[in-house]
């Protein structure tokens, strides 16, 4: 079945360093891919999303693009500030009327 | 608002008490989804349903039921809880999963409920 396999965390940051944080997939298709972020008691949200090869998804100063060459959809931002810190979830939904989760990510930045 | 509503939010209780988590969702969507938040797990899906009066196990469905008799509300019912199920549950909705090409499987998710099954 459908699958995301996600960089295990934590990870702790310093204010204005680079986060990348990788996730690949295994599915049958043409899944759409998204990425989710839960901040401290809060359900989750999308932070965005990409429905074909290629297409990159922005916000908020975070993005990934969908490679389908190495089933990827990392996510990176360049300046990561402490309102970033929350957990990533990778997620993808395939047709099947299921949206399949990553384990998360915990991402701590520090002033 | 566009919101979902559980309730409650915090709730703890004893082994074989049963016990139900409301959702609600006021965006007229027809796909609603429950899942279960465990540390290193990630969220698996516990159940969800298409539509009114349809609804289909997910991957952790055991020890749990729920119901679709309204288009907003999708309860999960606990008959009889085991400290297993102590757990961080969300409820989310959709118009649709892909497939649908008016929406691409965007979920808008509730604050969660934390159950502590003693």
């Known amino acids: 079945g459908d699958s995301v396999t996600q960089m295990e965390g934590p990870v702790t940051l310093s204010e204005e360093a680079c986060l990348t944080i990788?996730?690949?997939?295994?599915?049958?298709?043409?899944?759409?891919l998204f990425w989710y972020v839960q901040y401290p008691g809060e359900g989750l949200q999308l932070l965005l999303k990409?429905?074909?090869?290629?297409d990159k998804g922005s916000n908020k100063g975070f993005e990934a693009t969908y490679r389908k060459e190495t089933t990827s959809f990392h996510l990176e931002k360049g300046s990561v500030q402490v309102s970033d810190s929350a957990v990533y979830f990778c997620?993808?939904?395939?047709?099947?009327?299921?949206?399949?989760f990553g384990a998360g990510t915990t991402v701590t930045v520090r002033a | 608002e566009a919101q979902v509503t559980q309730n409650p939010r915090y709730l703890i209780t004893v082994t074989g008490k049963k016990l139900t988590v409301t959702c609600s969702q006021n965006?007229?969507?027809?796909?609603m989804s429950w899942y279960r938040q465990d540390p290193g797990l990630g969220l698996r899906q516990i159940y969800y349903?298409?539509?009114?009066?349809?609804?289909d196990k997910g991957d952790v469905p055991e020890g749990y039921k729920v119901s679709r008799k309204e288009k907003r509300n999708f309860p999960l019912i606990l008959e009889s809880p085991s400290p297993n199920q102590t757990s961080l549950y969300f409820c989310?909705?959709?118009?649709?999963?892909?497939?649908?090409?008016?929406?691409?499987?965007?979920?808008?998710f509730g604050e969660g409920s934390r159950l502590t099954v003693l």
């Open positions: 997620a993808l939904s395939g047709g099947d009327y299921k949206l399949s």
């Open positions: 349903s298409m539509n009114v009066e349809v609804t």
């Open positions: 990788n996730c690949t997939y295994t599915a049958t298709g043409y899944p759409s």
């Open positions: 989310a909705s959709s118009l649709g999963l892909a497939g649908d090409l008016t929406n691409t499987g965007e979920l808008f």
């Open positions: 990409a429905t074909k090869a290629d």
């Open positions: 965006m007229n969507h027809e796909y």
